[in-house]
């Protein structure tokens, strides 16, 4: 059973470009959350998605950034016109409905 | 809102001695989830130990123990026989249960040998 699994592992991005993160949740996990990490700092939650389904955005910033988590398919982070200040690592959880998390190995993104 | 903070920056031990991290949350909830995230430099977060906020029993698992005071709202960890392979960011996080995590800003755990 293979845990969460993201991609890429890394991501160079120049200024103005568009970042997409992937996430596939581990088989029978139903839930994904997205979380930022800047250096040196903890986790900061972004979103959490069910199938099709965004529950919880609270901690999206509401320009450039986006979630989904397709019927089928991985979830994806999308990030549009990065700037340096988005350089960090993503980090992907999933969990069965009685949240027993399980995260992905994240994605560093850095902005050039 | 609901907030973690462990106000140990950075703390070291002698390898086989025992450590204890500090962790304090604020909620007003009274079923949540508590636990412990090791995250070496390889970046992966792992799991260390999970605790029920309506069991009164610390949970355990081999080196690692919590001390967790409901009333005090106080989520300690202990590492016993430290090993070098303990040496890491440690993270303390909150939760309802299937909702997002609330992370504290981390311990930095150096192990001398």
Redesign the interface.
């Known amino acids: 059973n293979a845990g969460v699994m993201q991609n890429p592992r890394h991501l160079v991005r120049r200024r103005g470009q568009e970042a997409r993160l992937r996430c596939s949740p581990m088989k029978g996990h139903s839930h994904v959350y997205w979380y930022r990490q800047l250096p040196e700092e903890g986790l900061k939650f972004m979103v959490y998605l069910q199938k099709e389904n965004i529950i919880d955005e609270s901690g999206m910033p509401k320009e450039r950034f986006s979630a989904e988590f397709p019927k089928e398919g991985p979830s994806i982070l999308r990030i549009q016109q990065v700037v340096r200040g988005d350089s960090a690592a993503y980090f992907c959880a999933s969990s069965p409905p009685q949240g027993r998390y399980t995260f992905g190995s994240g994605t560093r993104l850095t902005v050039v | 809102a609901q907030t973690v903070t462990q106000s140990q920056p950075e703390m070291s031990v002698q390898e086989a001695e025992t450590v204890t991290l500090s962790c304090t949350y604020d909620t007003s909830e009274s079923d949540y989830?508590l636990?412990w995230?090791k995250q070496p430099p390889?970046?992966?977060?792992i799991?260390v130990i999970?605790q029920e906020a309506y069991k009164q029993q610390n949970a355990t698992e081999n080196r690692f123990s919590v001390n967790f005071q409901k009333a005090a709202k106080s989520f300690s960890l202990k590492i016993s026989d430290s090993q070098l392979g303990d040496a890491a960011m440690y993270?303390c996080a909150w939760?309802q249960?299937?909702?997002?995590?609330?992370?504290?800003?981390?311990t930095r755990l150096t192990i001398n040998p």
Do not use: D, E, P, W
């Open positions: 989830y636990f995230y390889s970046r992966q977060m799991l999970r993270f939760t249960g299937a909702q997002k995590l609330v992370f504290g800003q981390g």
